[in-house]
């Protein structure tokens, strides 16, 4: 099995900045992608932005400029800088890994429990 564990969700005044971070742990035999996905309350889930293990990345239009993923393939955790928070970024943070947990499955989609962020006006 694959654990995602996340941290750094909080309450931040508009404006303000974040940092999130996801480490990926157990059965790991390679990663494809990580990401980060939101829900806020009464929506779907959408895309953040991922990242590839190779550095491609890939951003929502709404966070374009004011978020940056990065990560650190060698620990298994993708990180999430956000900056110039408003109020509409509030949501549940979920962090997300394509893993392919040994040599003889195939990629699965993993996710982790949330952690939320709230962006006070």
């Known amino acids: 099995q694959v654990q995602l564990v996340e941290s750094g969700g909080g309450l931040v005044q508009a404006g303000g900045s974040l940092r999130l971070s996801c480490a990926a742990s157990?059965?790991?035999?390679?990663?494809?992608?990580m990401g980060w996905y939101r829900q806020a309350p009464g929506k779907r889930r959408e895309l953040v932005a991922t990242?590839?293990?190779?550095?491609?990345?890939n951003y929502a239009d709404s966070v374009k400029g004011r978020f940056t993923i990065s990560s650190d393939n060698a620990k298994n955790t993708v990180f999430l800088q956000m900056n110039s928070l408003k109020p509409e970024d509030t949501a549940v943070y979920y962090c997300?890994?394509?893993?392919?947990?040994?040599?003889?499955?195939?990629?699965?989609?993993?996710w982790g429990q949330g952690t939320q962020v709230t962006v006070s006006s």
């Open positions: 990242i590839t293990t190779g550095g491609i990345t």
């Open positions: 997300n890994a394509v893993v392919r947990p040994n040599s003889y499955s195939g990629y699965g989609n993993f």
């Open positions: 157990g059965n790991i035999f390679h990663i494809n992608a």
